[in-house]
């Protein structure tokens, strides 16, 4: 096997293993290329068709092309989509900067979400390269009653080994991409020839490298305007993948507050 098919391979037993051993599970669908992938994925798993629900919890902030993608391949692809709403700002913490209190939404909706569905394990697309915070992540990450985050206890995984037995009431997080690297992630969306949406693509100089939501993501400067041409920039920049992210400009434990209290 190459690279790719070892990463594919692996993602998938983490998929089945997640499938099998918990009751009740969802996939976290942001529409953005990691858990667009996580989808291709997840169908290749289960033979053509996801077997649980993609949720998508929304803030209404996305931008135009996020929404069109999310209504028309949640039809091609056959999923059994929810989207759930996120509370006004108005029921976030009010002492996270702006950024971050913004974002800080989709924590809210998520809980909310999780006790509408009671759902036992949640699939997300994070990755360890992204941000420092996520590196200290396991692949199934035991979350708390209130969907908290502990970073000081987390399960061994040795041997591919997980701990898939949630306390009464709480959650797992399962992050079956949590191995791979953005470029992985570009170069399997175009060997697989997944679809993508175009905004990750160069126009007049600036591309998006991150989506989130409208008011607080911004384009890089790029010239890349394929995906072979991302390939190249990614192996020559040394600009963070989240730099259009307000929220990573921030207070320097913004983002670790926001996981802590049970972000993505």
């Known amino acids: 096997m190459d690279h790719l098919d070892q990463l594919e391979a692996?993602?998938?037993?983490?998929?089945?293993?997640?499938?099998?051993?918990?009751?009740?599970?969802?996939?976290l669908w942001s529409l953005g290329k990691d858990s667009n992938v996580m989808i291709w994925l997840a169908r290749k798993a289960f033979f053509g068709r996801m077997p649980f629900p993609a949720l998508h919890v929304d803030t209404g902030k996305k931008f135009p092309e996020m929404y069109r993608f999310r209504d028309h391949y949640g039809?091609?692809?056959?999923?059994?989509?929810?989207?759930?709403p996120c509370p006004p700002i108005d029921a976030v913490d009010p002492t996270l900067p702006p950024a971050a209190r913004s974002a800080a939404r989709k924590t809210e909706g998520l809980k909310m979400a999780l006790?509408?569905?009671?759902?036992?394990?949640?699939?997300?697309?994070?990755?360890?390269?992204?941000?420092?915070?996520?590196a200290?992540?396991?692949?199934?990450?035991?979350?708390?009653?209130?969907?908290?985050?502990d970073v000081r206890d987390q399960p061994p995984e040795f041997w591919d080994h997980f701990n898939a037995s949630p306390p009464q009431g709480a959650h797992l997080?399962?992050?079956?991409?949590?191995?791979?690297?953005?470029?992985?992630?570009?170069?399997?969306?175009?060997?697989?020839?997944?679809?993508?949406?175009?905004?990750?693509l160069s126009q007049n100089g600036k591309r998006y490298r991150s989506l989130g939501d409208q008011d607080i993501t911004n384009p890089v400067n790029s010239t890349?305007?394929?995906?072979?041409?991302?390939?190249?920039?990614?192996?020559?920049?040394?600009?963070?993948?989240?730099a259009g992210r307000a929220l990573d400009h921030e207070t320097e434990d913004a983002f670790e507050r926001l996981r802590v209290a049970g972000y993505l």
């Not at 692996?10 to 996939?27: C, P």
């Open 115 to 134: 006790g509408k569905y009671g759902f036992d394990g949640l699939i997300a697309g994070i990755r360890r390269d992204e941000e420092a915070t996520r």
């Open 173 to 200: 997080r399962i992050h079956p991409i949590l191995h791979w690297t953005e470029a992985d992630i570009w170069a399997y969306t175009k060997r697989e020839n997944i679809p993508i949406i175009p905004l990750y």
């Open 75 to 84: 039809k091609e692809w056959d999923l059994d989509l929810r989207v759930e």
């Open 224 to 242: 890349a305007s394929t995906i072979e041409e991302i390939l190249v920039e990614l192996e020559q920049t040394k600009v963070p993948e989240r």
């Open 136 to 149: 200290k992540e396991r692949v199934f990450s035991p979350r708390g009653l209130e969907g908290n985050w």
């Open 10 to 27: 692996q993602s998938i037993y983490i998929f089945r293993e997640a499938f099998a051993r918990l009751k009740k599970i969802a996939l």
